[in-house]
């Protein structure tokens, strides 16, 4: 039985698991989504968040921490110079893991992994309200809204000003009375 055991094996001997992790983790830093099967996405996901944590603040012994994990010098300096000034306001989950359905060869569950920050289609400038957890909220939109209608009905239109305007009418007129004078 695997009571109080933390870590996913994933079938691997340490050495190995941890070299596939590196190497996993190296791919999601420079291409910033990779497609994997889900056991191996949710232990890479255990592997990379501490280390971006770690990037946040930019020291030497953070940086050789995270040259330890992941052995790659371009992973490692790509890590701290684009992703942590992307993420150095979020205080946690820099992953997403999005299940994808099942390989056809062998049947294994697959799952994409993405780094948040850099997927457009779920990022939005504009943050999310607030929900209360009061109740009857929907009355009080509805009438509110109701309100804003009556008022937008009830606003009257402004004229422009005739009194700049010199009145066409009046100038044809005069000429036929100076017409009719001669």
Request: hydrophobic share 30%; with cysteine.
């Amino acid at each position: 039985m695997r009571h109080g055991k933390k870590v996913m094996h994933l079938g691997r001997k340490t050495a190995h698991r941890r070299s596939m992790l590196a190497n996993m983790a190296c791919s999601l830093i420079e291409h910033k989504r990779i497609n994997t099967t889900a056991t191996k996405a949710k232990a890479l996901k255990q592997f990379i968040e501490p280390l971006i944590t770690k990037s946040k603040t930019d020291s030497t012994h953070n940086r050789r921490l995270a040259f330890a994990a992941l052995r790659d010098k371009n992973a490692v300096s790509e890590l701290f110079r684009d992703i942590a000034s992307k993420v150095g306001d979020r205080p946690g989950g820099y992953t997403r893991v999005i299940k994808l359905g099942n390989r056809l060869g062998d049947n294994a569950s697959m799952a994409l992994i993405e780094l948040v920050d850099y997927n457009e289609v779920y990022n939005t400038d504009a943050k999310p309200k607030k929900k209360t957890r009061r109740r009857g909220g929907s009355k009080a939109k509805a009438a509110e809204a109701t309100e804003e209608v009556v008022v937008e009905a009830e606003a009257p239109t402004e004229e422009a000003p005739t009194e700049d305007t010199p009145k066409a009418e009046e100038t044809p007129k005069e000429d036929k009375k100076e017409n009719e004078n001669e």
